[in-house]
């Protein structure tokens, strides 16, 4: 992939939104994103666990604001979390 452009899946929860991201971003030589494991790492634990602690309300904050500046990426493949 040689442009600034990005490569985005979107679909429901449990879609295969992740493995078929991850396949095609090596078939293109590319970063390959997954808003839901950057959620993860940065807050430091699961999504379900997210939930169950601090609510949906709070992680659906989080996904918005993490897609949102992942999306200014360049180049690069990118799976969004169910709710986007």
């Known amino acids: ?8 899946f979107l679909g429901m929860m449990g879609s295969g939104k992740t493995s078929i991201g ?15 494991q950057e959620i993860e790492e940065k807050i ?8 169950q602690t601090e609510g949906e309300k709070y992680f659906r904050k ?4 993490m ?6 990426k360049n180049n690069s493949v990118i799976s969004l979390g169910g709710g986007a």
């Open 1 to 8: 992939m040689k442009s600034k452009e990005n490569l985005v």
């Open 44 to 51: 430091g634990m699961k999504i379900h666990k997210i939930f």
């Open 22 to 36: 991850s396949i095609v971003s090596k078939k293109l030589n590319t970063n390959f994103i997954d808003v839901d």
């Open 62 to 65: 989080i996904e918005e604001d």
């Open 67 to 72: 897609t949102l500046k992942i999306l200014k």
